[in-house]
């Protein structure tokens, strides 16, 4: 470390962010490598070393002797200003040395709030923001992760895209860099290739127009190279895919500090409202005896005494039943604990509960989403009432007195009355624990509603709705806190300034990219946190660029509109999801995909495999 660094280091609140050198990092020597990869997170230390897709991806790419990829994280504020006060260029923790000099920069994008610090990372690596800009083979600025679903906000700043996931595509990607390096190829010629991969997207080579109502009117390509659609990758067989057996062990907490084990991608419920149910199809589901080969090695090589099984819905893995006997013959005797996130109300059973039970005993969390049976329904819940009280009184039996419960506002054909219907069902389930004559003696209990607002998302049966506007928004949760008179139940709501904004960069199309730049040249970053978040910048912002935010916020958009991410192909077809936006406004529920499958067309991407299905 040179002295400068030392120095600025000294001076910041959690130097251990930007040190390295924990336990299982990668080091390789540089000089035998052909391609340098900076991994970079587009938030905190803590936040990014929590992501399982960073360190598989980290895993995959540095398993190829000729790649050498080191992470990066955005710098917090305190080190950004002494950053750009003592003249430190953006670095890989592994090496040190600047990312300027690696061959590609690569940002995961999680969130849309996250989009300014990439450029600001850009910035602080001495890289031009804009891809035109930027004339040389290298670095090649590639996005990935679920928000690139619609990159388009993000496009001018982008070479190439990465669609879908990425553990087998960024391999023939650093592949191709490699041979394009030696050969002296001009980054025009490399894009040109990469284009003809699948998984990649080239946005400099598509052409977007609009209609004089400022819809999109054509996104057309101006390049031989470039599909019309360019469809998502995914990796077909999920029970061999790559995955680390061993994670880098953090200097500090972090905010998952724990191991991971992937137990299937996709989701077989297709709630109405959910992105990731949609954009990570088809289901794909690993043996339960890889999981627990997998799990064994991990926390042998961290030393980590808890385990997260980790899905968008844990207790719908049907191999459940195998893995935690297994897993729990030598987890019991190493003290090692199990975590169980994302369980389902209508799945969550006496026995699940027992085994969960011998392993932790913290709070529970569960999603009914909705405060009414008729929105639960409209939004494809499949949740009743019945299971909803059921999950909770076999909790509160089993010792539980804690319960979370997650809900939202603003969801399409809501009323006031499914507004109220939260505090309702907050309130009958505080009464169900007082009417239990088993319950736990000389406790009470606690139910903590969280409330977030519906944010229209590309991909799912709701792309077409507005979100609330903030004054309607504001309304509801006045409404909803003045009806709460419980002492046992807390209420908690999301930012009604950031979810707005979120629908905006969620839904926008390439007019949005010079907002964004605008907003971060003013000082907008870390919008996901409330210490930095600055919703008046960001208004100038689009008052300056002349773009309104509402036109991508709280208008509902008609079934024939071309939408900016049109030309994306992520396996479900528009068809389908327009099906189910019609059934939102009958009340109409679909079948899990188990009970039934309803045709969104992901299976094609597997070769007309889904393990939903089977």
Same mark, same amino acid.
């Given at each position: 470390?040179?002295?400068?660094?030392?120095?600025?280091?000294?001076?910041?609140?959690?130097?251990?962010?930007?040190?390295?050198?924990?336990?299982?990092?990668?080091?390789?020597?540089?000089?035998?490598?052909?391609?340098?990869?900076?991994?970079?997170?587009?938030?905190?230390?803590?936040?990014?070393?929590?992501?399982?897709?960073?360190?598989?991806?980290?895993?995959?790419?540095?398993?190829?002797?000729?790649?050498?990829?080191?992470?990066?994280?955005?710098?917090?504020?305190?080190?950004?200003?002494?950053?750009?006060?003592?003249?430190?260029?953006?670095?890989?923790?592994?090496?040190?040395?600047?990312?300027?000099?690696?061959?590609?920069?690569?940002?995961?994008?999680?969130?849309?709030?996250?989009?300014?610090?990439?450029?600001?990372?850009?910035?602080?690596?001495?890289?031009?923001?804009?891809?035109?800009?930027?004339?040389?083979?290298?670095?090649?600025?590639?996005?990935?992760?679920?928000?690139?679903?619609?990159?388009?906000?993000?496009?001018?700043?982008?070479?190439?895209?990465?669609?879908?996931?990425?553990?087998?595509?960024?391999?023939?990607?650093?592949?191709?860099?490699?041979?394009?390096?030696?050969?002296?190829?001009?980054?025009?010629?490399?894009?040109?290739?990469?284009?003809?991969?699948?998984?990649?997207?080239?946005?400099?080579?598509?052409?977007?127009?609009?209609?004089?109502?400022?819809?999109?009117?054509?996104?057309?390509?101006?390049?031989?190279?470039?599909?019309?659609?360019?469809?998502?990758?995914?990796?077909?067989?999920?029970?061999?895919?790559?995955?680390?057996?061993?994670?880098?062990?953090?200097?500090?907490?972090?905010?998952?500090?724990?191991?991971?084990?992937?137990?299937?991608?996709?989701?077989?419920?297709?709630?109405?409202?959910?992105?990731?149910?949609?954009?990570?199809?088809?289901?794909?589901?690993?043996?339960?005896?890889?999981?627990?080969?997998?799990?064994?090695?991990?926390?042998?090589?961290?030393?980590?005494? =808890?385990?997260?099984?980790? !899905?968008?819905?844990?207790?719908?893995?049907? /191999? @459940? %039943?195998?893995?935690?006997? *297994?897993?729990? &013959?030598?987890?019991?005797?190493?003290?090692?604990?199990?975590?169980?996130?994302?369980?389902?109300?209508?799945?969550?059973?006496?026995?699940?509960?027992?085994?969960?039970?011998?392993?932790?005993?913290?709070?529970?969390?569960?999603?009914?989403?909705?405060?009414?049976?008729?929105?639960?329904?409209?939004?494809?819940?499949?949740?009743?009432?019945?299971?909803?009280?059921?999950?909770?009184?076999?909790?509160? =039996?089993?010792?539980?007195? !804690?319960?979370?419960?997650?809900?939202?506002? /603003? @969801? %399409?054909?809501?009323?006031? *009355?499914?507004? &109220?219907?939260?505090?309702?069902?907050?309130?009958?389930?505080?009464?169900?624990?007082?009417?239990?004559?088993?319950?736990?003696?000389?406790?009470?209990?606690?139910?903590?509603?969280?409330?977030?607002?519906?944010?229209?998302?590309?991909?799912?049966?709701?792309?077409?709705?507005?979100?609330?506007?903030?004054?309607?928004?504001?309304?509801?949760?006045?409404?909803?806190?003045?009806?709460?008179?419980?002492?046992?139940?807390?209420?908690?709501?999301?930012?009604?300034?950031?979810?707005?904004?979120?629908?905006?960069?969620?839904?926008?199309?390439?007019?949005?990219?010079?907002?964004?730049?605008?907003?971060?040249?003013?000082?907008?970053?870390?919008?996901?946190?409330?210490?930095?978040?600055?919703?008046?910048?960001?208004?100038?912002?689009?008052?300056?660029?002349?773009?309104?935010?509402?036109?991508?916020?709280?208008?509902?958009?008609?079934?024939?509109?071309?939408?900016?991410?049109?030309?994306?192909?992520?396996?479900?077809?528009?068809?389908?999801?327009?099906?189910?936006?019609?059934?939102?406004?009958?009340?109409?529920?679909?079948?899990?995909?188990?009970?039934?499958?309803?045709?969104?067309?992901?299976?094609?991407?597997?070769?007309?495999?889904?393990?939903?299905?089977?």
């Amino acid at each position: 470390m040179d002295k400068k660094l030392e120095k600025a280091l000294s001076l910041v609140q959690k130097p251990a962010r930007y040190t390295g050198g924990e336990l299982n990092s990668i080091i390789k020597d540089k000089h035998s490598v052909d391609v340098r990869f900076a991994f970079c997170f587009p938030d905190t230390y803590e936040v990014g070393m929590s992501h399982l897709g960073g360190k598989i991806l980290y895993g995959v790419l540095n398993s190829l002797d000729y790649v050498w990829c080191e992470r990066v994280y955005a710098p917090w504020i305190d080190f950004e200003e002494q950053m750009r006060y003592k003249d430190i260029s953006l670095y890989g923790l592994e090496s040190g040395d600047d990312i300027a000099k690696f061959d590609f920069i690569g940002f995961t994008l999680m969130y849309e709030m996250s989009y300014t610090n990439v450029l600001n990372m850009l910035d602080l690596a001495g890289v031009p923001v804009r891809s035109a800009d930027r004339t040389e083979l290298s670095p090649i600025v590639i996005l990935g992760g679920a928000c690139t679903c619609n990159p388009e906000p993000l496009t001018p700043f982008a070479d190439i895209i990465c669609l879908g996931e990425g553990e087998e595509v960024l391999c023939e990607v650093t592949d191709l860099y490699r041979q394009c390096k030696v050969k002296k190829c001009l980054k025009q010629e490399f894009l040109n290739k990469a284009a003809q991969i699948k998984g990649i997207y080239v946005p400099s080579f598509y052409e977007v127009s609009y209609n004089e109502d400022n819809t999109v009117k054509a996104v057309t390509p101006n390049n031989e190279n470039a599909p019309e659609t360019v469809q998502k990758r995914v990796v077909k067989d999920f029970d061999k895919s790559y995955f680390p057996e061993t994670f880098i062990v953090p200097f500090l907490d972090v905010v998952h500090d724990r191991a991971i084990l992937e137990l299937f991608r996709g989701c077989v419920r297709g709630c109405r409202f959910c992105q990731a149910g949609f954009i990570y199809r088809p289901v794909r589901e690993r043996s339960h005896e890889t999981l627990n080969r997998q799990a064994a090695a991990l926390c042998e090589s961290t030393g980590y005494d =808890e385990i997260s099984l980790s !899905s968008l819905s844990t207790s719908d893995y049907r /191999g @459940l %039943p195998e893995l935690l006997p *297994e897993m729990m &013959e030598w987890t019991e005797k190493g003290g090692v604990s199990l975590s169980l996130p994302s369980l389902r109300v209508d799945n969550f059973s006496r026995s699940l509960m027992e085994k969960i039970q011998s392993v932790r005993k913290s709070g529970l969390t569960f999603a009914p989403e909705a405060g009414t049976q008729r929105l639960r329904d409209a939004i494809n819940k499949n949740v009743s009432e019945e299971e909803i009280f059921k999950t909770c009184r076999l909790a509160f =039996e089993g010792g539980w007195t !804690s319960v979370k419960l997650y809900f939202m506002l /603003g @969801l %399409p054909t809501e009323t006031m *009355e499914d507004v &109220e219907g939260i505090a309702d069902l907050a309130q009958r389930v505080v009464d169900a624990f007082y009417s239990m004559p088993e319950r736990p003696k000389g406790k009470s209990v606690n139910v903590s509603v969280s409330v977030a607002t519906f944010v229209p998302k590309p991909f799912t049966p709701f792309q077409w709705e507005p979100q609330d506007n903030l004054e309607t928004v504001v309304e509801k949760h006045n409404r909803l806190r003045s009806i709460i008179r419980s002492r046992k139940i807390n209420l908690s709501y999301h930012d009604d300034h950031t979810s707005f904004l979120e629908a905006v960069l969620a839904c926008g199309d390439r007019r949005l990219a010079d907002v964004i730049e605008t907003a971060w040249r003013s000082g907008c970053r870390f919008d996901s946190w409330d210490e930095c978040f600055n919703f008046e910048k960001w208004m100038a912002a689009f008052e300056k660029c002349g773009v309104d935010p509402a036109f991508y916020a709280n208008r509902k958009r008609s079934y024939d509109e071309v939408m900016p991410w049109d030309h994306i192909d992520y396996g479900v077809n528009k068809e389908f999801l327009l099906r189910e936006n019609k059934k939102a406004y009958t009340d109409e529920t679909s079948p899990n995909c188990r009970e039934g499958c309803c045709g969104c067309g992901a299976s094609r991407l597997t070769g007309g495999e889904c393990d939903a299905c089977d």
